[in-house]
Structures are given as structure tokens and as C-alpha cells.
């Protein structure tokens, strides 16, 4: 099958930077998505890796390696708002299909 | 522009109404999509619909029924459903591009539906 792996919680402090991990099968995906979802929202794009290496897009950047199957989202200068589920998402190379991980629910404290 | 659009936003229905939830969107996206979501699990994929054909059906029961009038409006007609469908339904569209499409499926706020 096809598994995709992220830490269920994670807190941090308010102006800090966290590391969200993703790990999944490294056969099988043709691409890392992550979308952040506010509680009853909906999932709202990120960022996309295709290739190796990191996608920086202001505070949020994301880092992809194939060979490991490992991906991060990284978050700097964290704010109250940034308080969400972060889910984590390998587009199947065979149907096009999104796999979501369960997704890391991060709480931001002052 | 990214914007899904889903109505209505809550719905209660008994397990004897038949209700329909509503998606549109206006992107030019020829692939549509409907996701089921308990809280805090992810969206379950239930259909997808690539030019306005139905293309992947997870095995979903056929209490639900999906519909796609034309490419910007995506239906999900609901019948006899049990009080465990009681979910957020979201519904994603993309761009749909030919095979391996790695297309970004934006999603709509989503009905929050409570079945008693």
C-alpha cells in the first residue's frame, strides 16, 4: 500500500520555527503536497514539491527528498494563527489520486 | 481566483430525507472531486470526476450518488443515509491535466452534514 507518516501533534512557542516531518513510500508518489486546515475549515494549498530540494514561499518553505521519502514543512516566526492541522499529501504516480497522512493538529502558545 | 463554492453550509437531515449538496467552481477545472471527513482524520477520497465523467468511485455505498451537470457544478444527491455519514463533505477541484497529473486540487469550505 501506500503510507504516508506525520507526528500527530506538536506544539510550539509564538515567533519560533517548527519542523513538520512527513515520511512516505518512496515508490508509488509523484509529488508531496501540504495543505493546512483551520478546525471545520477547509484544507487550503501550501505548497507542492516535485523535485528535490527546498520551496520557500515566505514564512512557510517545504523540503522535499526522493530518495529518502521524506519531506518537512517549516515554519518560521510563528503566529497564534498558525494553530491548525497540517496535512500532509503524496499525489499517486498511478491514479492522480491524493494520499493524505493523518495530519500533525500544531498548537502555537504564547 | 481559486475559489470552490459549497451549499449549503449545514445540513441535518433525518435517515429517510433525500437532501442534494451543491459545489461549483469557476477555474475552468475539468476534474472534480467529493471527500468525506470524520473529525480529526483526513478527507476520505469518495468520487472523481475527470470531464464531467465519472472516473474513480472508492467503493462508496450507494446511499450516495454524485452528479456532474456540466464542468463547473458537482452534485452529491444523498438517500437512506445512516447517522455514521454524519461528516464534513468536501468537495476539490483541479485542473486535470492527462496522465500522472499532479495537478493541485483546490477545496471548497465544505457542508457540514448531521444525519439523526
Known amino acids: 500500500g501506500q503510507n504516508i507518516d506525520q507526528p500527530t501533534e506538536m506544539t510550539a512557542t509564538e515567533g519560533a520555527i517548527v519542523q513538520i516531518n512527513c515520511t512516505y513510500q518512496?515508490?508509488?508518489?509523484?509529488?508531496l503536497f501540504w495543505y493546512q486546515q483551520h478546525a471545520g475549515e477547509a484544507p487550503t494549498f501550501l505548497s507542492y514539491n516535485v523535485l528535490d530540494g527546498l520551496e520557500e514561499k515566505g514564512r512557510f518553505s517545504s523540503f522535499l527528498s526522493r530518495s529518502k521519502g521524506y519531506s518537512y514543512l517549516l515554519l518560521k516566526e510563528l503566529q497564534m494563527k498558525d494553530s491548525a492541522s497540517y496535512l500532509c499529501?503524496?499525489?499517486?504516480?498511478?491514479?492522480?489520486?491524493?494520499?493524505f497522512g493523518q495530519g500533525t493538529t500544531l498548537q502555537v502558545k504564547p | 481566483d481559486t475559489e470552490v463554492t459549497q451549499t449549503p453550509k449545514h445540513l441535518v437531515m433525518g435517515m429517510t430525507n433525500k437532501k442534494s449538496l451543491k459545489c461549483e467552481q469557476h477555474?475552468?477545472?475539468?476534474?472534480m472531486y467529493w471527500y468525506k471527513q470524520k473529525a480529526k482524520k483526513p478527507p476520505e477520497l469518495m468520487f472523481v470526476?475527470?470531464?464531467?465523467?465519472?472516473?474513480i468511485n472508492e467503493s462508496v455505498p450507494s446511499r450516495f450518488s454524485p452528479e456532474c451537470p456540466n464542468s463547473s457544478l458537482l452534485n452529491l444527491h444523498l438517500h437512506a443515509l445512516q447517522p455514521e455519514d454524519s461528516a464534513l463533505y468536501l468537495c476539490?477541484?483541479?485542473?486535470?491535466?492527462?496522465?500522472?497529473?499532479?495537478?493541485?486540487?483546490?477545496f471548497g469550505p465544505g457542508t457540514r452534514l448531521t444525519v439523526l
Open positions: 499529501a503524496g499525489s499517486s504516480s498511478n491514479t492522480g489520486k491524493l494520499i
Open positions: 470526476y475527470s470531464y464531467e465523467k465519472l472516473s
Open positions: 477555474m475552468g477545472h475539468r476534474a
Open positions: 476539490a477541484s483541479s485542473q486535470a491535466r492527462t496522465s500522472g497529473g499532479t495537478d493541485t486540487q483546490y
Open positions: 518512496t515508490s508509488g508518489f509523484n509529488g
